[in-house]
């Protein structure tokens, strides 16, 4: 299983000068590959292939006066920058072929120097490294100090380089992860939870727990209102846009580490004390044309279930999502008889079967548990972890035993 541990760097004045520089060629590289493959198109020939493109975008355009620039990187961030738009190519006519999962892709369009994120990537062949004490080498960049939060569980193959609208420099390393060793890392238990989303809590758990919404938009949307009211006075190409634009950037990013910081605490709680987990599929597009839409988003459901699925694989747990239409909210947990659907402003509710009074949330996670199948694990039977696919994703900051630092 691959994941990415992404770590923030520190470069000096010099260094960020080089960055920008192999920010530049790379994008030049990648959008003189669209271009030759629209020119190929338009004048109905074959695709040219990576080698050649290589050959006459790279290796021969070196030589020449128009892009001699190009051999003040290195060669590796150039090669990759090829394979992205091939990538791009791929995934784009996967697509029009309906063969790739999810929306329909556009083509490839060209890059801009004016774009919000920038990154380059190096693999093992570009000979980066981490020095002894504690640096980034790159090549033709230098030394880069780095924050190490965590430890790095193995080998990295290969690292970007990203630059965020914030202005901020991260380090994304690739790591391939031992599946088995990882299971041995997990205690095991005999638990299983289900998991009731919403909006006035964030989750309640089948065992009756509440967890209140953070809500971190609605939060700092009193500072993001006057940073996006400033940034708006200014005037269009100036410097002091640029300064209020970073501001706007950098309000916004404060709230995404703050609500991934929160899914990454959470969703690792409740894999490691229970090995089964349930959860509802919610048509979280549906629900963003609401007039709830700003409170879905600012919950990110679908960033916490893709964490929780993630892991699950990686440390052998079970993760189960049952069908977004099954009326967990209009039936009995108790004797199991569908009660009909109820308004939002109706929090509890009595069954009119068995009289049980419900708790509207806590008995939608009951049901979510039993139609998973996970509601006899609370008598102590084991879960047997099922196959669910590996995602790559970012790791959080707050995880599993450490141990020493990177450095």
Sequence with gaps: MQLR??????????????????????????????RAREDARKADRPFPKAGELSTRLIT??????????????????????????????????????????????????????????????????????????????????????????????????????????????????????????DATRMPATDQSVGIDLGLTHFAVLSTGEKIDSPRFLRRAEKKLKRAQRELSRKQKGSK??????????????????????????????????NQGIAVEDLTVKGLARTKLAKSVHDAGWTAFVNMLEY?????GRTLIKIGRFEPTSQTCSTCGVKDGPKPLNIREWTCTACGT??????????????????????CGAPVRPGAIPAQREETGSHGFPTGNRAA
Excluded at 137 to 162: F, Y
Excluded at 311 to 315: E, H, I, M, P, S
Excluded at 357 to 378: F, K, S
Aim: hydrophobic fraction near 40%; include cysteine; aromatic fraction near 8%.
């Design 5 to 34: 541990y992404s770590f923030r760097i520190y470069p000096d004045a010099g260094q960020r000068v080089a960055l920008a520089r192999a920010f530049g060629c790379a994008r030049v590289v990648f959008n003189d590959a669209v």
């Design 60 to 181: 021969e355009a070196k030589r020449t006066m128009e892009r001699s620039w190009l051999g003040e990187v290195s060669a590796v961030v150039l090669q990759q920058s090829l394979r992205d738009a091939e990538a791009a190519y791929k995934n784009f006519f996967a697509s029009l072929k309906g063969t790739r999962k999810g929306p329909r892709l556009g083509a490839p369009r060209f890059r801009s120097r004016k774009d919000a994120r920038q990154s380059i990537r190096f693999t093992t062949n570009a000979r980066w490294n981490i020095t002894d004490t504690g640096r980034l080498s790159l090549p033709k960049i230098g030394a880069v100090k780095v924050k190490w939060s965590r430890t790095l569980p193995a080998t990295p193959t290969s690292v970007t380089v990203i630059k965020d609208s914030a202005g901020r420099f991260f380090a994304s390393f690739v790591i391939d992860t031992d599946s088995a060793e």
């Design 240 to 273: 002091n846009r640029e300064k209020a634009r970073l501001n706007v950037a950098r309000v916004h990013a404060k709230v995404t580490d703050a609500r991934k910081e929160f899914h990454h605490q959470l969703s690792t709680r409740l894999i490691s004390e």
């Design 311 to 315: 892991k699950a694989a990686r440390y």
């Design 357 to 378: 009074l419900h708790d509207r949330d806590h008995n939608a996670a009951l049901n979510v548990q039993q139609a998973a199948g996970l509601a006899v694990t609370a």
